[in-house]
C-alpha cells in the first residue's frame, strides 16, 4: 500500500493563480480531510468528506474547494491564490466504522508558496 | 468548541535522559481521543501514541508513555532514553468520541513543542 499521497511536493504561485493539489489514498478509506500547517502552529481543517459525493467545511474554508467523486480521491482547489494561503497543506484518511475509532493517516504534505 | 494549548514552544533533552512534553485540553465533553503526533524535518506526521479518556490507565508504546489527568485536563507525553532521532516537532490532539460522523472525526491540534536532542 502506498497509503496518501499527495502531489505536487512543493509549488510556487502567483497571486491570483489557481491549481487543485492532489490527493490519493489506496487503503479504502470513507473519511479523508484536508489540513493546513501554517509556520509554528498546529493543523487547521480545512475541508472533509465522510464519503465519496458528500462533502463539508472545516475550520478555514475561505478561499478552497474540494470534491469527492471517488473513494480514493479528494482534491483541494485553489482560486484566486492570496499570500495568506502559504502555507503546507495535508491530506489525511481515516476508516470509520460503527463502534471504533481509526487513526488518520497523513500524506507528506505539499508546501505552497503564494508571491 | 475544544482548545489544545501546549505552552512550551521549545524543549531540550540530553541524549538518553527523559523528557516530559506538556499539553492541556479544553472541552466539555467526557468522552474524547487524545494523541501525540511527531513531525521530523521531512514533515511526515506520524501517531506516537493514543489515548481513550473513558479508560484511566495510562497508555505506553515502547519508550514513549502519557500522564493523562482527565480531570485537570493534562496530557503529557514522557519520552524515556531520549534519542538522536527523537529530535522532531510534537503535536498533542484531541478528538471527540461523541460521534463519528462529519466534523467530529477532525483532529484538533495544539501548536507544537520543538524538541531538540544533545548529542
Known amino acids: 500500500n502506498a497509503g496518501v499521497t499527495q502531489t505536487p511536493k512543493f509549488r510556487i504561485l502567483k497571486i491570483g493563480q489557481s491549481m487543485t493539489l492532489q490527493c490519493a489514498q489506496d487503503?479504502?478509506?470513507?473519511?479523508m480531510y484536508w489540513y493546513r500547517q501554517d509556520p509554528g502552529m498546529g493543523l487547521k481543517l480545512i475541508y472533509y468528506?465522510?464519503?465519496?459525493?458528500?462533502?463539508d467545511k472545516g475550520e478555514v474554508p475561505n478561499g478552497y474547494n474540494v470534491s469527492r467523486s471517488t473513494t480514493e480521491d479528494f482534491p483541494l482547489r485553489l482560486e484566486l491564490a492570496a499570500p495568506s494561503q502559504t502555507s503546507v497543506y495535508f491530506c489525511?484518511?481515516?476508516?470509520?466504522?460503527?463502534?471504533?475509532?481509526?487513526?488518520?493517516?497523513f500524506g507528506p504534505g505539499t508546501r505552497l508558496t503564494v508571491t | 468548541a475544544q482548545t489544545v494549548t501546549q505552552s512550551q514552544p521549545e524543549m531540550s533533552v540530553q541524549e538518553a535522559e527523559t523528557v516530559t512534553l506538556s499539553c492541556t485540553y479544553d472541552?466539555?465533553?467526557?468522552?474524547?481521543?487524545l494523541f501525540w503526533y511527531k513531525q521530523p524535518p521531512s514533515r511526515q506526521m506520524i501517531l506516537v501514541i493514543r489515548q481513550e479518556a473513558y479508560k484511566q490507565q495510562n497508555a505506553t508504546e515502547n519508550r514513549f508513555s502519557v500522564n493523562f489527568q482527565k480531570a485537570a485536563k493534562s496530557f503529557s507525553l514522557k519520552i524515556s532514553d531520549s534519542q538522536l532521532g527523537d529530535a522532531a516537532m510534537y503535536f498533542c490532539?484531541?478528538?471527540?468520541?461523541?460521534?463519528?460522523?462529519?466534523?467530529?472525526?477532525?483532529?484538533?491540534f495544539g501548536k507544537g513543542i520543538t524538541l531538540s536532542v544533545r548529542p
Open positions: 468528506s465522510v464519503g465519496a459525493g458528500i462533502t
Open positions: 472541552t466539555s465533553e467526557s468522552d474524547y481521543y
Open positions: 487503503m479504502n478509506h470513507n473519511y
Open positions: 490532539a484531541y478528538r471527540s468520541a461523541r460521534s463519528y460522523t462529519g466534523a467530529n472525526s477532525k483532529l484538533t
Open positions: 489525511a484518511s481515516s476508516l470509520h466504522t460503527s463502534g471504533k475509532v481509526h487513526e488518520q493517516y
